[in-house]
């Protein structure tokens, strides 16, 4: 990976990633292991936090196809490398506030079918 070209986004929109399949992973190990430092990357980094969340979902059974998020996810983050998430309070504004909004969308997940 250390190699590889960076992109601009962390999945892609049409990626529809499921538990069936039959491309089973080699090493789970690997995958677990990568996710974990990316659980951890997260609190600095809540843009990757949803994609995280995602690949997330498949640590008991890793496909290869779960795997090619991780490592798009991967090459979002060395393209983004000097991006991350400052809080500090404003010695304008007190108390320090901080506000979060999120559009989630789980009625479209189909493994809850």
Same mark, same amino acid.
């Given at each position: 990976?250390?190699?590889?070209?960076?992109?601009?986004?962390?999945?892609?929109?049409?990626?529809?990633?499921?538990k069936?399949?039959?491309?089973a992973?080699?090493?789970?190990?690997?995958? =677990?292991?990568?996710? !974990?430092?990316?659980q951890?990357?997260t $609190?600095?980094? /809540?843009?990757?936090?949803? @994609?995280?969340?995602?690949?997330?979902?498949?640590?008991?059974?890793p496909?290869?196809?779960?795997?090619?998020?991780?490592k798009?996810?991967? =090459?979002?983050l060395? !393209?983004?490398?000097?991006?991350?998430? $400052?809080?500090? /309070?404003?010695?304008?504004? @007190?108390?320090?506030?901080?506000?979060?909004?999120?559009d989630?969308?789980?009625?479209?997940?189909?493994?809850?079918i």
């Amino acid at each position: 990976m250390e190699n590889c070209k960076p992109i601009g986004s962390t999945m892609v929109n049409s990626c529809r990633l499921s538990k069936f399949g039959t491309d089973a992973m080699q090493d789970p190990s690997l995958y =677990r292991s990568t996710i !974990g430092a990316l659980q951890y990357a997260t $609190l600095t980094r /809540p843009d990757i936090a949803y @994609s995280v969340n995602k690949v997330c979902q498949f640590m008991a059974h890793p496909l290869e196809s779960h795997w090619k998020a991780v490592k798009r996810i991967l =090459r979002y983050l060395k !393209g983004t490398i000097s991006h991350g998430l $400052l809080l500090q /309070p404003s010695p304008s504004s @007190s108390p320090f506030s901080l506000k979060a909004y999120s559009d989630a969308n789980w009625a479209t997940d189909q493994d809850d079918i």
